[in-house]
C-alpha cells in the first residue's frame, strides 16, 4: 500500500521483556517520527529522524528506549526492560519535509503486563 | 503549562448545529498550524492546515490569531459523521516534529 505501514498492530510482553516496533513510511518520505499515546491524550513525541539519523530524540523518555533507522526508510523502535507503564499506542509517522502534514501509520497497541 | 492547551470536552450536539473549539499554544516561535482529526481507536488524520488569512473547506472553516496565541476550529451544519476527538497541531522554529494537543472530543446526537 502507499500509507505508513506498522508491524505488530498489537504486543503483548511481559514485564522486563524486549520488543521490537517497526514502521515503513510512505515512499519518499525523508522525516519519519516516533510518538507515543495513552488514552484520552494527545500524541507525545518521542524521536525525529532526518534520513538515516535521528535529529531530534529529545522525546525519548529514558535509555530504556532507542529507534534506529539504518538505510533512511524501515525504522525500527526498541524498548528494552519494558515496564507496565510503557503500555500505549505507539504511533508512526512520515512526511515528504519536517513540519509539513506527517501521515500516521494505524499504530502499535503496546500492552505491557 | 502545555505547549498545545485544548478543552477536553466533551462537546455534545444535536445534528446541524454550529460548534467552535479554540485551542492555545504557549510558544510564539510556533509557524505552523493544523487541525488533525482522530477517530477512535484509528489514527490521527489531517483535517486541515491552519493559515494566517483563515481558510475555509466545506463546512470546516479555520481561524489563527497570532496576536492572543490561538488557534479556532468551526464546524457548521454538524453531521454524525463528524464524531471524533480534534487534535490541536503546532509546528514551531527550530523543532521539527509536531507537537500535538490533548485534543477536544465532539459527539453529534441525532
Known amino acids: 500500500g502507499a500509507g505508513v505501514s506498522q508491524t505488530p498492530s498489537n504486543k503483548v510482553t511481559e514485564k522486563g521483556k524486549y520488543v521490537e516496533l517497526r514502521c515503513d513510511p510512505i515512499?519518499?518520505?525523508?522525516?519519519l517520527y516516533w510518538y507515543r499515546q495513552s488514552l484520552g491524550q494527545g500524541p507525545e513525541f518521542l524521536i525525529y529522524?532526518?534520513?538515516?539519523?535521528?535529529?531530534?530524540d529529545s522525546g525519548l523518555p529514558n535509555d530504556r528506549f532507542f529507534a534506529v533507522r539504518p538505510e533512511g526508510s524501515v525504522s525500527t523502535l526498541k524498548i528494552q526492560r519494558t515496564e507496565r507503564g510503557d503500555s500505549a499506542v505507539y504511533l508512526c509517522?512520515?512526511?515528504?519535509?519536517?513540519?509539513?502534514?506527517?501521515?500516521f501509520g494505524q499504530g502499535t497497541r503496546l500492552t505491557v503486563v | 503549562r502545555k505547549e498545545v492547551e485544548q478543552d477536553p470536552g466533551p462537546f455534545n450536539v444535536p445534528e446541524g448545529a454550529t460548534v467552535a473549539f479554540n485551542c492555545t499554544y504557549s510558544?510564539?516561535?510556533?509557524?505552523?498550524f493544523f487541525w488533525y482529526r482522530q477517530d477512535c481507536r484509528k489514527e490521527p488524520k489531517l483535517l486541515m492546515s491552519?493559515?494566517?488569512s483563515g481558510n475555509e473547506d466545506g463546512r470546516f472553516t479555520a481561524q489563527l490569531n497570532r496576536a492572543s496565541q490561538y488557534i479556532s476550529l468551526l464546524i457548521r451544519d454538524s453531521k454524525l459523521s463528524d464524531s471524533a476527538t480534534y487534535l490541536c497541531?503546532?509546528?514551531?522554529?527550530?523543532?521539527?516534529?509536531?507537537?500535538f494537543g490533548s485534543g477536544t472530543r465532539l459527539q453529534v446526537q441525532p
Open positions: 509517522a512520515s512526511s515528504s519535509t519536517a513540519g509539513t502534514e506527517a501521515f
Open positions: 515512499s519518499g518520505h525523508t522525516a
Open positions: 529522524f532526518q534520513g538515516t539519523g535521528a535529529a531530534d
Open positions: 510558544n510564539s516561535a510556533s509557524q505552523s
Open positions: 491552519v493559515y494566517s
Open positions: 497541531v503546532v509546528h514551531r522554529t527550530g523543532r521539527r516534529a509536531l507537537t
